[in-house]
């Protein structure tokens, strides 16, 4: 078997932007001095009249996209999502989401891997802060193949959308051959009838790791990957809740107000299931190396087989 | 179009400010009543907009950073024509499109929706970025509270347009001295004022927020300013034009009851009619 690519999808962010950029002169691009880390360099690098550092000044950031955008321009602004989505909430909530503007939050180095910077930098709270703006579309891609077409996606689409990227590379699970995306559709990665696993992001991954050792034990989990957080696949997510009567959602975040809230809202709604949310539980992270810390956190394949298999023995 | 003519209009405007504020029972009459002469100017002499065709992409931009202005403003577009005068009683009303702050997608001649202070001066920025990326010759004028200034965004949105030259922005601060919680050197003074704006690189003028030839004179001067963006600080006086509302910072945000309406429109009835005699 040959070793599986892994890619950071902050890279696939960056190299898409400048795809991108090559055809649609309206792209602009803002970075607040991390756009070696949130990898918008090479947009600079390719097209340096349609880039600006706006300096550490995300607020001022977030809101120059805004008069960008009502001039018709498609602005692309970066930062690590502790700072997009968090210093600058209310910049996103007045200035890009009440106004309804066309303006595309590119947030990288969200979650706990970010890793050694610590607890400061791991944006945990990013996705329950943007789900809470009215017409923010969340998108959360799981792997290179997944990121690339949801930043092509993301410049045909009219309207506020935060795009959430991380550090570190992860496996690519999609074969670009027989991939497409739309915004707002999950997709079954692998069928099951015991249980429901919805993960998202990079969760994706370590969900499909716990699976295997799950049907290794007789247990037949269906994997549901959702890429678009808001709007929310709901129709997806209570379908296979009423084959399998449980859910259990994934996620690199808290496990407040984000995939897990999500789908205990829709599933209570429509189709009350036992759910079990995994995710970082109302704690914050602290330093490590990424992989250690989703050791510790459970959120590695094995930490995800192991929460799995607990909660379905309660 | 002369000083008298201008006067005449400021005086309708101002009449427009408080009797949308009394219909509406809530609003912010004193910072709208201090702008309303560079409101006036700006609409009726200096501004390239249309009200026929309020979203021609070549127009110049205003953006109200101020937004809780917005019955100085709505006074102002009504009288241009963007809408008719008479909805400007419907401010503040359940299912009127005059929302308490200014909205780009419901208001005709709204170029951004503010409200929530030090963002508005941000946008202005970004739109003079997309004019000088499009190579537009289109103005962008922002007009900023003395309290508002306190906000920390408002110059990171002052160094950016300082070091990025843009010279197609002006923006202009509206000093009346007052905000809610008292005059802006106790509560937290950001003076000096054009000295701070000359540090971030913009090139500042100082006048008096109610002499036209003043207004003129410096809007004349941010345009032929080349390479560097513009700051006007214009000394004005909170509730100009309301006897009682005039330099009280209980007027920022309070709208006058049915007796107070009636001396305000006395007091502008009688500038009006002084206007009319010269």
Redesign the interface.
């Known amino acids: 078997m040959s070793e599986v690519k892994k890619i950071a999808t902050r890279d696939s962010y960056g190299r898409t932007l400048v795809e991108c950029g090559a055809t649609n002169p309206n792209i602009?691009v803002l970075d607040s001095d991390l756009a070696a880390a949130t990898k918008t360099g090479m947009f600079q690098k390719a097209y340096p009249?349609?880039f600006?550092d706006?300096?550490i000044?995300e607020?001022?950031m977030?809101?120059?996209?805004?008069?960008?955008?009502?001039?018709?321009?498609i602005?692309f602004v970066s930062s690590f999502a502790m700072f997009a989505a968090g210093r600058a909430y209310?910049?996103i909530r007045?200035?890009v989401g009440?106004?309804?503007l066309n303006v595309k939050i590119g947030a990288s180095h969200a979650g706990i891997t970010v890793g050694e910077d610590g607890a400061s930098h791991q944006c945990n709270e990013d996705i329950a802060l943007m789900r809470s703006i009215p017409g923010m579309v969340i998108i959360n891609p799981a792997d290179d193949v997944e990121a690339v077409e949801a930043v092509k996606a993301a410049v045909e689409y009219e309207g506020p959308m935060y795009l959430r990227f991380g550090r570190s590379a992860v496996p690519v699970i999609h074969d670009p051959e027989n991939y497409t995306f739309e915004i707002g559709k999950g997709e079954v990665l692998k069928e099951g009838k015991d249980v429901t696993i919805v993960a998202t992001g990079m969760m994706v991954d370590s969900s499909l790791k716990a699976a295997e050792k799950l049907a290794a034990e007789g247990i037949d989990a269906e994997v549901i990957n959702i890429h678009t957080i808001k709007p929310l696949d709901e129709e997806l997510i209570i379908q296979s809740a009423k084959k399998t009567g449980k859910v259990i959602t994934v996620e690199e975040h808290s496990i407040i107000g984000g995939l897990g809230a999500a789908a205990c809202e829709a599933l209570s709604e429509n189709y009350p299931t036992p759910v079990y949310r995994i995710g970082i539980r109302d704690v914050f992270g602290e330093s490590g190396s990424a992989a250690d810390l989703l050791v510790k956190y459970k959120l590695d394949g094995q930490g995800v087989y192991e929460q799995v298999k607990e909660w379905l023995a309660k | 179009m002369t000083n008298l003519e201008l006067q005449k209009i400021a005086n309708q405007v101002r009449t427009n400010i408080v009797k949308s504020v009394h219909a509406a029972k809530a609003g912010h009459p004193g910072g709208s009543l201090s702008a309303a002469d560079i409101f006036t100017y700006l609409y009726f002499e200096e501004l390239r907009v249309d009200p026929k065709n309020p979203d021609d992409?070549d127009r110049d931009?205003f953006?109200l950073s101020k937004g809780h202005t917005a019955p100085g403003l709505y006074g102002v577009l009504a009288e241009r024509g963007f809408f008719p005068r008479e909805d400007l009683l419907t401010l503040r009303h359940l299912g009127s499109y005059l929302q308490g702050h200014p909205?780009?997608?419901h208001i005709p001649g709204v170029?951004?929706?503010t409200?929530?202070l030090?963002?508005?001066i941000?946008?202005?920025?970004?739109?003079?970025?997309?004019?000088k990326?499009?190579k537009k010759d289109y103005r962008v004028y922002t007009l900023l509270g003395d309290g508002e200034i306190q906000e920390?965004?408002v110059w990171?949105?002052a160094?950016?347009a300082g070091a990025?030259n843009l010279d197609n922005l002006v923006v202009i601060v509206d000093n009346n001295n007052l905000q809610i919680d008292g005059s802006i050197e106790d509560v937290n003074s950001p003076y000096p004022i054009d000295k701070k704006f000359e540090a971030f690189n913009f090139h500042t003028i100082c006048i008096d927020a109610h002499d036209f030839d003043a207004i003129r004179a410096a809007l004349k001067e941010a345009k032929e300013t080349k390479g560097i963006p513009t700051a006007i600080i214009a000394k004005s006086l909170k509730g100009k034009g309301v006897s009682f509302m005039e330099n009280n910072a209980g007027w920022h945000g309070k709208a006058p009851n049915d007796e107070e309406l009636a001396i305000a429109l006395e007091d502008l009835r009688k500038e009006a009619e002084s206007l009319c005699q010269k």
């Open positions: 602009v009249d349609r600006y706006c300096g000044a607020a001022n977030v809101s120059i996209a805004a008069g960008l955008a009502a001039c018709g321009k602005p209310e910049q007045n200035s009440y106004p309804g | 992409p931009r953006v909205n780009m997608n170029d951004m929706s409200g929530s030090g963002q508005g941000s946008a202005a920025v970004g739109m003079a970025l997309a004019g990326l499009d920390g965004q990171e949105a160094m950016f990025k």
